[in-house]
Structures are given as C-alpha cells and as structure tokens.
C-alpha cells in the first residue's frame, strides 16, 4: 500500500507490497493525537532511515482530524469505530 493510503476497519488488512519480509512494522494506535503525529511519524522515519519499515496508524475516530494527517503520513491508516 502506497505512503497515504488509508483503509477503513473491516476493509482487507494486507502488508504493503513493498515491505521485504526482514523489514519493521511500526503500529501505533491514537486518539485526539494530530499534533503530535506530525512530530512522531518523521521522527520514527528518521530513527529507521536505511531500514526496511511501514508505519501503520489505528485512529481511534478522533475528532480532531489525527486519522486524516495519519493517512497523509503514515504508510497505512485506519480509523476503528470508537468504543466507548
């Protein structure tokens, strides 16, 4: 899946095409976070500068607009029906 792209829960979980099998997934999960996703996504990117990775981004329907900068980001995101 290319950088961007987002996936709405229940849609087909797969891992990005382009991720070799010795590459890292980075999964992290949000809520009301899209301040500091813009500091968090490039610093992991920078931490793994050379390694193989996609960052993967759980939103957790935050209202303050986190899932739509994960999708810009991110590798993957995906908003989950808040449970409350």
Same mark, same amino acid.
Request: with cysteine.
């Given at each position: 899946?290319?950088?961007?792209? $987002?996936? /709405? ?27 500091? /996703? ?31 900068? $994960? $999708?810009? /980001? $991110? ?10």
């Amino acid at each position: 899946m290319a950088q961007g792209q $987002a996936r /709405l829960e229940g849609e087909e979980s797969r891992v990005s095409g382009n991720l070799p099998s010795e590459g890292i997934s980075v999964v992290t999960t949000c809520y009301n976070e899209r301040e500091n /996703l813009r500091e968090l996504i490039p610093a992991i990117r920078s931490v793994l500068a050379g390694v193989p990775h996609e960052i993967i981004v759980v939103d957790d329907s935050s209202p303050d607009g986190s899932y739509e900068v $994960a $999708a810009e /980001l $991110a590798d993957v995101a995906v908003r989950k029906k808040r449970e409350v």
